[in-house]
């Protein structure tokens, strides 16, 4: 051991500690460091199976917003033609003193996220079978929601009647 002794006291403790801190080192990036970061792993998996025993009633509420939505809005991605035949459709089958007597034009606008398909039908007939055709539309034809309603009582050109045309507006949204 003739080669410690020409070190002082003094340098010897230098080197322990610098052996010490170098140890420490070594053992925190070898243990530690490892220790930590599966600590950190184990707390982000409890929180991720916390998530997935909540999942569930997440989507729920997600399906039950959409339905809302689809309630309230009409379906969604239903084209022009199906909307249109899906309208005449429940027209065939819920009306008893109407008639169609105009279909327009679709009004079509356009945002980067969606799509908003504007329908003009014009009904003509006595206002009380409107009021209840109305009624039905509005209650139970899920693939476009009404708009608007508006009601204009003219007189044929041709003829001395007067007749009630019943102007709606209903909408469909494309994703």
Sequence with gaps: ????????????NYGLIVLAI????????RAISITVEKYRYSQDLESKLI???TAVDVV???QLLIANLN??????????EQVQ??????????????????IDDVLNYKHPDFEINTHKIILQGDFISSVRFIYELEQKF????ILNVSYKYEKVSNEDRFVLNTT?????FLR
């Design 1 to 12: 051991m003739t080669f410690f002794d020409k070190y002082s006291f003094r340098q010897k």
């Design 22 to 29: 170098l140890l420490i080192a070594v053992s925190y990036k």
């Design 51 to 53: 998530k997935s025993k």
């Design 60 to 62: 729920k509420n997600k």
């Design 71 to 80: 309630r309230h809005l009409g379906e969604e991605n239903n084209t022009i």
């Design 85 to 102: 035949q899906e309208f005449l459709n429940f027209f065939a089958k819920k009306n008893t003193a109407l008639k169609v007597q105009q």
């Design 142 to 145: 899920n693939s476009a929601k």
């Design 168 to 172: 709606i507006l209903i909408q469909n």
